[in-house]
């Protein structure tokens, strides 16, 4: 009797986890927004958030998760009385379908809870045998004196089949249709669109039909940043991209309507820490 084999090809590989915990935050709870070259996940247990994610904004409820993507500039803030709890890790993957986590708040069906549930489950049970656990009201799960050889290897199973259940049948929510989150999702479209300039807040706020002072109050609650530094931000973003593709740094500067080489260097290393001829040389190799 012949066997056929049917191939398993792997459509999501976790490489490496940052940061895996859980907390609680109260009321009032909110910090300036942050960027970094790796994906990062928010899944409500508890209570409710207001998340933006670039230029979107989402206000989130329990069993609600969303997939922050590398270089996304995201922040969340807490509004609810009650405070919330939240469980947060960060990771490097590929494979062919990471494409469809982006730009999405998913609802987790009843399927996908039973696997969050298992995943927790399986993360205090470790926990509990750690020297490390204490009154606080944080539980980080990544450095334990017992976590065995099979336990990275764990949580990352766990999280692809969420991952995958999620691309296979997820829930998706629609973004706030609250004013001020339309008019900041008009703001920093508007940025992107003219990413190869410099302009000023004025000209932003005229192209949003709203005052000067009310676009930096939107900013403060949806960025936590001015928008200048938003605007920046954006700025390096995009030039991470272009020097990915390949461009020089002077050709990356002029692309963006930076004044000079010089400028733009100290500018990006300033915001990452890397200079861009290193990031370019990385991507050589």
């Given at each position: 009797m012949i066997w056929n084999g049917y191939p398993v090809i792997e459509q999501i590989h976790i490489h490496?986890?940052?940061?895996?915990?859980?907390?609680?935050?109260?009321?009032?709870?909110?910090?300036?927004?942050?960027?970094?070259?790796?994906?990062?996940?928010?899944?409500?247990?508890?209570?409710?958030?207001?998340?933006?994610?670039?230029?979107?904004?989402?206000?989130?409820?329990?069993?609600?998760?969303?997939?922050?993507?590398?270089?996304?500039?995201?922040?969340?803030?807490?509004?609810?009385?009650?405070?919330?709890?939240?469980?947060?890790?960060?990771?490097?993957?590929?494979?062919?379908?990471?494409?469809?986590?982006?730009?999405?708040?998913?609802?987790l069906t009843d399927v996908q809870q039973h696997i969050m549930r298992s995943l927790l489950e399986y993360l205090h049970s470790t926990l509990e045998k750690s020297a490390e656990v204490s009154g606080v009201r944080e539980h980080k799960y990544l450095v334990h004196a017992c976590a065995t050889k099979v336990y990275y290897q764990m949580l990352s199973t766990y999280v692809s089949q969420l991952l995958l259940s999620l691309i296979d049948s997820g829930q998706i929510s629609e973004t706030s249709t609250e004013p001020d989150a339309q008019i900041f999702r008009n703001a920093v479209n508007y940025i992107n669109h003219c990413i190869d300039i410099q302009v000023s807040v004025d000209e932003i706020a005229g192209a949003c039909y709203t005052s000067v002072s009310s676009l930096k109050r939107i900013f403060q609650k949806y960025a936590g940043i001015s928008i200048h530094k938003y605007a920046l931000m954006l700025k390096i973003k995009a030039a991470t991209e272009l020097l990915h593709q390949?461009?020089?740094?002077?050709?990356?500067?002029?692309a963006l309507g930076f004044s000079s080489q010089a400028y733009f260097s100290a500018c990006y290393k300033r915001e990452t820490g890397l200079s861009p001829t290193d990031v370019r040389k990385k991507e050589k190799y």
């Amino acid at each position: 009797m012949i066997w056929n084999g049917y191939p398993v090809i792997e459509q999501i590989h976790i490489h490496e986890f940052y940061s895996f915990f859980d907390i609680h935050y109260e009321k009032g709870f909110h910090f300036a927004g942050e960027t970094h070259n790796f994906w990062e996940c928010v899944y409500v247990m508890d209570g409710s958030i207001c998340v933006s994610g670039d230029e979107r904004v989402y206000n989130m409820e329990k069993n609600h998760i969303i997939f922050h993507k590398p270089l996304e500039l995201h922040k969340l803030q807490v509004e609810q009385e009650e405070g919330t709890t939240l469980l947060i890790f960060s990771f490097s993957m590929e494979g062919s379908l990471e494409e469809y986590l982006k730009d999405k708040v998913f609802k987790l069906t009843d399927v996908q809870q039973h696997i969050m549930r298992s995943l927790l489950e399986y993360l205090h049970s470790t926990l509990e045998k750690s020297a490390e656990v204490s009154g606080v009201r944080e539980h980080k799960y990544l450095v334990h004196a017992c976590a065995t050889k099979v336990y990275y290897q764990m949580l990352s199973t766990y999280v692809s089949q969420l991952l995958l259940s999620l691309i296979d049948s997820g829930q998706i929510s629609e973004t706030s249709t609250e004013p001020d989150a339309q008019i900041f999702r008009n703001a920093v479209n508007y940025i992107n669109h003219c990413i190869d300039i410099q302009v000023s807040v004025d000209e932003i706020a005229g192209a949003c039909y709203t005052s000067v002072s009310s676009l930096k109050r939107i900013f403060q609650k949806y960025a936590g940043i001015s928008i200048h530094k938003y605007a920046l931000m954006l700025k390096i973003k995009a030039a991470t991209e272009l020097l990915h593709q390949g461009m020089s740094v002077t050709q990356a500067a002029e692309a963006l309507g930076f004044s000079s080489q010089a400028y733009f260097s100290a500018c990006y290393k300033r915001e990452t820490g890397l200079s861009p001829t290193d990031v370019r040389k990385k991507e050589k190799y």
